[in-house]
């Protein structure tokens, strides 16, 4: 059984940073698709970074680019999300997905979400 796992969430300030992390069991981050969405209040899901598993590419949307760095901890089946300079905008759940690549579509494994806040 898949089981994924978020953390890391909380209010920050405008500019702060914050590390989220990703937590997997019965999968193996290792050979698998990181992928990190946030959904705001009202708005639609959003894809923020992948990770590719198979070349090790990284992916971002142009909101967070420079900004939000995706890594992954070998051994420790854990992903994790730097988020630097953050923005009232980046405001949201931030979910968790696994799945073979970065191109799927519709991703297998999801975890509940960890909420950011970003406010002065």
């Known amino acids: 059984q898949v089981q994924i796992v978020e953390s890391g969430g909380g209010l920050v300030q405008p500019g702060g940073s914050l590390r989220l992390s990703c937590a997997a069991s019965g999968v193996s981050l290792d050979y698998y698709a990181i992928r990190w969405f946030r959904q705001a209040p009202g708005q639609e899901r959003e894809g923020v970074s992948c990770?590719?598993?198979?070349?090790?590419?990284?992916y971002y949307a142009d909101s967070v680019k420079g900004r939000f760095t995706i890594t992954r901890e070998y051994g420790k089946n854990t992903a994790y999300l730097q988020m630097n300079s953050l923005k009232s905008e980046d405001t949201a759940v931030y979910y968790c997905?696994?799945?073979?690549?970065?191109?799927?579509?519709?991703?297998?494994?999801w975890g509940r979400g960890t909420q950011v806040t970003v406010s002065s």
């Open positions: 990770l590719n598993p198979s070349d090790g590419r990284t």
């Open positions: 997905a696994v799945d073979s690549e970065c191109t799927v579509i519709a991703w297998r494994f």
